[in-house]
């Protein structure tokens, strides 16, 4: 793919490295690898250039949220979406640039301990509870918004 391409950062939160072992019942037998796959030939079939990258740590979440050379992200940030007011401080420092918050599951249909979202809340936009193809809608989001700048 051309490098003209946008550039658009997938970052997977903490536990995301375990999907396809971790409670399948909640969040599906795809693999992050099989998912990561699905996202890249989704990007280049949007034109997009895309990039996948999973950390358990925040600190270093922060640290590619706070990266240059990329026109978009996104996010699962796994539990930190409900506790993390750094992430969401990170999301903010590089507005404009689109952050789209994604999961696996219906955050809200679980424990209440789910239930706050500062980090969503520093997002442009937010999507929960269709499995994998979550991702893809993003992408498909992100393009839009891309085009139309």
Request: glycine letters at 10%.
């Amino acid at each position: 793919m051309s490098v003209g391409f946008p550039r658009v950062v997938v970052l997977h939160g903490p536990s995301l490295g375990w999907l396809g072992r971790r409670e399948p019942a909640v969040y599906g037998s795809e693999t992050l690898a099989e998912l990561n796959a699905r996202l890249v030939s989704h990007g280049d079939a949007l034109g997009l250039r895309v990039s996948c990258r999973q950390s358990n740590h925040e600190g270093e979440l922060i640290d590619w949220l706070l990266s240059d050379d990329r026109e978009a992200i996104i996010l699962n940030a796994g539990a930190y979406a409900h506790t993390s007011l750094a992430i969401a401080d990170a999301i903010r420092a590089i507005a404009p640039l689109p952050v789209v918050e994604v999961h696996l599951s219906n955050t809200v249909a679980r424990d209440i301990a789910r239930h706050p979202a500062p980090v969503g809340a520093a997002c442009r936009a937010r999507l929960e509870g269709f499995g994998g193809d979550g991702y893809l809608m993003a992408l498909d989001a992100v393009a839009g918004w891309l085009r139309r700048q």
